[in-house]
């Protein structure tokens, strides 16, 4: 963007007047007259016009106190420079937030998320590029403020990754392009175009396309009254005879092993008993200096050890029972 494209704050028209109340209740007006009429003026106050008021108490800066000022920030970290730049730029944000007011109703929440980005801008703002503040800084207000709208577009996020967000902001427009130009706007010529996968032009198309769906939004009947879509949704919960049966298996798996161990002796026995069923194995070097022999060789009888051990079960329980349990 060039210094000519960015609009200047003081283009920035000023907000309509709130209306006020133009009849005073005068002092024979009973208490809850007085109560009712505030209630009123509060009720047709126009915060954004509150706003703009408060905002255009800060002047604007000339060129020549612009560069001053953040020659002083940039430089010596002046705390006070820093904020009359911020301050001189909030119409600014106003006038920018203002382009985005389709996308997301309340203003005044992507006027607040400006700010921090013209905040940003006016940290990271080097005068000595030749650059004006307001052509600098409305990079970072529009990114903060599309962010926020992304974010906040849905209760459910539909843009995570840098394609989805590049086909969030464009893959509406891109579309409405071809359909000008008499092409047919296929996702594998948006995905072309964009330089994203296809994949991602056909998700994010469903994604706009489908509103967000309630979790308890009546789906159909049962027995005479409705069903929420939640409960149809299938459990998490473990089924009891799942966990008796789960339960079972280990008893018979925990007997046999046990039935196992009473076949070994010698080192065999002693790796089984202190390190594959102990609750505080030895390790390795450990057994190891006990019987006389390196850690290696250790290993290599524990492979072998584990190997019979897989084979005694198979022949007891079966292929099936061990695999489950075999499995992460």
């Given at each position: 963007?060039?210094e ?25 007006e009973s208490k ?7 209630s009123?003026?509060l ?43 911020v ?8 006038k920018?937030?203002?382009?985005y007011?389709?996308a ?21 703002y ?13 990079w ?8 926020y ?7 459910v996020?539909?843009g995570?990754t840098q394609?989805?967000r ?11 392009r ?29 994604r706009?396309a ?9 789906v ?6 409705s ?7 299938p ?14 298996v ?9 039935e196992?161990g ?16 102990s ?13 006389g022999v390196?850690r ?23 292929d ?9």
């Amino acid at each position: 963007m060039t210094e000519d494209e960015t609009e200047s704050p003081d283009e920035l028209e000023e907000p309509k007047d709130v209306e006020v109340l133009e009849d005073v209740p005068d002092e024979s007006e009973s208490k809850s007259d007085v109560l009712a009429a505030s209630s009123s003026a509060l009720s047709r106050r126009d915060p954004l016009g509150a706003y703009m008021r408060d905002v255009q108490r800060y002047p604007l800066l000339t060129k020549e106190e612009e560069h001053e000022l953040a020659v002083r920030f940039f430089e010596d970290e002046d705390v006070e420079a820093a904020k009359r730049l911020v301050t001189s730029n909030l119409r600014l944000v106003v006038k920018i937030a203002y382009d985005y007011r389709q996308a997301y109703k309340n203003i005044l929440d992507l006027v607040q998320e400006g700010n921090i980005g013209l905040m940003q801008a006016v940290k990271k703002y080097d005068p000595y590029k030749g650059v004006k503040l307001s052509s600098y800084a409305a990079w970072w207000i529009r990114a903060y403020i599309l962010r926020y709208i992304l974010n906040n577009h849905r209760l459910v996020k539909v843009g995570t990754t840098q394609a989805q967000r590049k086909l969030f902001y464009n893959l509406q427009k891109e579309k409405a392009r071809l359909s000008a130009m008499g092409i047919e706007p296929t996702a594998e010529l948006i995905a072309e175009r964009l330089n994203v996968p296809e994949r991602d032009v056909v998700s994010m198309d469903m994604r706009l396309a489908a509103g967000d769906a309630s979790l308890d939004a009546p789906v159909g009947t049962s027995e005479g009254r409705s069903v929420a879509r939640v409960e149809l949704l299938p459990s998490d919960d473990v089924r009891v005879d799942d966990t008796l049966a789960d339960a079972q298996v280990g008893d018979q798996f925990s007997e046999k092993i046990h039935e196992f161990g009473e076949t070994l002796e010698g080192k065999e026995k002693k790796i089984f008993d202190e390190r594959l069923v102990s609750e505080d194995p030895k390790t390795l070097q450990v057994l190891g200096d006990e019987f006389g022999v390196s850690r290696e060789r250790v290993r290599q009888i524990e492979k072998r050890l584990l190997q019979k051990l897989k084979k005694f079960l198979h022949e007891e329980l079966g292929d099936t029972v061990v695999e489950v349990y075999e499995s992460p």
